[in-house]
């Protein structure tokens, strides 16, 4: 079965900072999308950005990116000017057909920002 | 639109008991995903639902089943709970079965075994 790991349990960074969350993952396939979500203590969790493997463009939605590293088998996300509302529990996600579609997890990242 | 609904919200049963957890997906979408989360294992795949059919199935005992409603709504059922089984349920809903989609997740049912 495909392997996410999110090696971070655990990261703070101050308001308006950068932060990196990191996530690896192990598949031999070719064809695969990668996700992060994040978790706000409310527990309803919310797509934050999205990367298909065969680009090899780095997704980026507004504050969030992702450097996607294929060779590596990374996919790390970068959150610029971390904001409040910025703390969560992140999630990292991958997802390929030949998997029957489903989701595999990470074990999650406690995102803390300090004002 | 409505995001993903699930009821009830929070559960208590005891063990050997068994429950059924509803979700109802955003309007227009027919995949239906179900996950348990737990702070020891994390994110559990459990099934997806496409169009009333079960697509796929995680490594879970036959205790837990489900079902999806030609309203694109769906069940999920534990028999013979055990405390193991404590955790947050959740569901999630994408329009289409295929890996480009995001899911759209629920608020989650907490369910408590005593």
């Known amino acids: 079965a495909q392997t996410v790991t999110q090696s971070q349990p655990e990261m703070s960074v101050q308001e308006a900072e950068t932060v990196t969350l990191s996530c690896t993952y192990d598949?031999?396939?070719?064809?695969?999308?990668l996700f992060w979500y994040k978790q706000p203590p409310s527990r309803q969790m919310i797509l934050v950005i999205r990367?298909?493997?065969?680009?090899?463009q780095n997704a980026t939605e507004n504050r969030f990116s992702v450097n996607f590293q294929k060779a590596a088998k990374s996919f790390s996300l970068k959150i610029s000017d971390s904001q409040l509302g910025d703390a969560a529990m992140y999630f990292c996600a991958y997802r390929s057909p030949n998997t029957g579609n489903q989701f595999y997890f990470g074990t999650g990242t406690s995102l803390t920002v300090i004002p | 639109k409505a995001g993903v609904t699930q009821t009830p919200r929070y559960l208590i049963k005891t063990r050997g008991q068994q429950v059924t957890l509803s979700c109802s997906p955003i309007?227009?979408?027919?995949?239906v995903s179900w996950y348990q989360q737990t702070p020891g294992q994390g994110l559990q795949f459990l099934f997806e639902y496409f169009s009333e059919t079960q697509r796929n199935k995680g490594n879970f005992p036959g205790r837990f089943s489900g079902r999806q409603f030609s309203n694109s709504r769906s069940e999920m059922n534990v028999s013979t709970l055990e405390l193991g089984d404590s955790a947050l349920y959740l569901c999630a809903s994408s329009q289409q079965s295929g890996p480009v989609s995001g899911q759209f997740f629920g608020p989650g049912t907490r369910l408590t075994v005593l």
């Open positions: 598949t031999s396939e070719s064809d695969y999308y």
């Open positions: 990367q298909e493997a065969y680009k090899q």
């Open positions: 309007s227009g979408h027919r995949s």
